[in-house]
């Protein structure tokens, strides 16, 4: 369902990680060796640099100052950075990407006070531009991502939510700043305004359908690729679309219930849960609803004017859904490939 | 050697902190009852604003509007809790004014949310007026923050610091938000540029003799007007003035060395601790120190224009450090008016 193009990636290639990596380092150098430190360790271990793509792609419609959007690009890394190094603290989680949190290294004082200081250094790239609506986009984006977590703590472990409450926590986690990246790309060019909201409509809807896939993919990937162990959200009492799928099937869902509710999670029942997932249709219905907010967001950009950009920004939403696609395919569980076809 | 003046506080009655509340409620509103709950708790149980009360002073020199100085000094304000709130984090403290912290009542995770909240809510405001100059003075304040806690804490238990380092933890501790909130007030006004200078480093100086004041208090007060108990600072490590003097004593300095080395805090040890701070003349010293930066403060402040901004200003700074003085007078160990006459 979702067509995996060998070209796709080829496109990406205008992009560079390094000019963002490097210019992140530049912004948050210090005097401190210490931060330095931290700081790098962080830069290298960064991740597919999304949200600084969308940035770039979405200014590149309209003319913009080259300058100007790299530093949006790196204040959007930069927040979405502190966010992850503050969400270490809050899943307690001492692995990020397969290797060591800077919780894990340095332990939650010092995540504290990095988190913070990426928030403002962030913020202070942007001021330096004078580029208010830009940050009044970041800073409402941060509040909404803030307010998202507290909610969805207090929301942890509860097997009554709702697919709607799902969608509301995807996108205080992940869509909204897609979203805001989009729009931030699309500030800092020249894009008249009707547009924008088109740009920014096309971030969220990937955002959903990108979240989505990474749910899905904690449970029938294998933990090597996926960095961390296999149903992790489960065990730390995040409940994802295809469980919420699972729950209301007659056959399996009461037996899920009991089991979710005593949190026996053995690897046993862990392998249970899994192929009652592939069985009952939960991972299909969740690639689905994911490759359907994949096609609102890609409605979306199609209504922007054609050309290099707007191919562009396609072929990333393409092959990042096609890289979480390979990453089901080839899982660590047999049945994978039948779940999804 | 600091003259309590009977009328002090008088003045300061034309400052409402209702007003900085309620505004502070309004801004950080959400349709989340638990981050209002959360809030409210904050509020409740917030400080004496000096902060604000800095911001709105500075800016009474000049012409203002008075909704952006009430904003600006909001925004001050909600800096000032968000790093409370993160420092909580990193002290690992359940409580703060002698009530339980937003981390003894919620945990680490809602804690970190809620200062990023409260971060986001403060850039916001700021960024609505459009206030460029003040922007770049609070993120830079913010990294100086972060950068000098992350390195006050590769300093912790380190018995070789000097009184330059301690100043230099002084001032990323308390003296550069002090020193940014009467700045933030000065460029919400029309006062001339030269003469921000001097506003800002009577904050800076204010802050410093404030700083050391507390860590006096944090020897000589009783655990009861103090909210937190006696001797926590060196407890967690944190080696203030007082002790910087006591260590490079002869008569005492080895056996506070091993004492604080060996880190045996008992009752009777800390007893003893704060004896010798007092007969070494350690207490007094550190006194003496923070008077001299509170006259250099003053002496920046004279520059400025007199008048009413001028007078209660000066109120403001004697005020405050009357209080310390006030609590170190009525501390609960016998002596401690000896070591300040």
């Known amino acids: 369902m979702i067509i995996i193009n060998p070209d796709a990636g080829v496109m990406l290639f205008q992009f560079s990680p390094e000019i963002i990596s490097s210019r992140i380092k ?14 790098n360790y962080i830069v290298e271990n960064s991740g597919k640099m999304i949200r600084p793509r969308l940035v770039m792609l979405s200014s590149a ?5 080259s300058i100007i959007v790299r530093d949006v690009a790196v204040a959007i890394e930069l927040i979405h950075m502190a966010s992850l190094v503050h969400d270490d603290i809050i899943d307690r989680s001492l692995l990020r990407r397969g290797k060591q949190s800077v919780n894990g290294m ?3 004082q010092v995540s504290v006070l990095t988190g913070d200081y990426l928030f403002a250094a962030a913020f202070q790239l942007i001021n330096g531009y004078g580029l208010q609506d830009i940050m009044a986009t970041v800073t409402e ?5 803030c307010t998202g977590e507290i909610k969805q703590m207090s929301m942890a472990h509860n097997l009554d939510i709702t697919e709607e409450e799902y969608l509301d926590k995807t996108f205080g986690k992940t869509a909204c700043l897609f979203a805001a990246s989009c729009r931030a790309g699309a500030l800092a060019s020249s894009m008249p305004v009707q547009e924008v909201g088109h740009i920014e ?14 749910d899905v993919l904690d449970f029938v990937s294998d933990s090597l690729r996926l960095g961390k162990p296999v149903g992790n959200d489960l065990v730390q009492g995040n409940i994802t679309l295809p469980v919420i799928y699972a729950l209301r099937k007659p056959g399996v869902g009461p037996w899920l219930h009991k089991t979710i509710e005593k949190r ?11 192929k009652i997932l592939i069985d009952c249709g939960a991972i299909k219905y969740a690639v689905n609803r994911s490759h359907q907010f994949l096609l609102q967001g890609l409605d979306n950009l199609h209504i922007l004017p054609p050309g290099s950009a707007r191919n562009q920004l396609e072929e990333l939403a393409r092959f990042l859904m096609d890289d979480y696609f390979n990453k089901l395919k080839l899982g660590g569980e047999k ?4 779940a999804i076809d």
Chains 1, 2 share one sequence.
Do not use: C, P
């Not at 530049?26 to 700081?39: G, R």
């Not at 419609?61 to 100052?65: M, N, Q, R, V």
């Not at 049945?335 to 039948?338: A, L, R, S, V």
């Open 26 to 39: 530049e912004t948050l150098a210090s005097d401190n060796d210490e931060v330095n430190q931290i700081i």
């Open 106 to 108: 340095w332990g939650n």
């Open 264 to 274: 026996s999670f053995d690897e046993a029942n862990l392998q249970k849960i899994n």
């Open 61 to 65: 419609f309209y003319s913009s100052d």
């Open 335 to 338: 049945g994978n490939q039948e």
């Open 201 to 214: 409509d096309f971030g969220l809807y990937l955002g959903y359908a990108y979240q989505i896939m990474d």
């Open 141 to 145: 984006t941060i509040r909404i991502m």
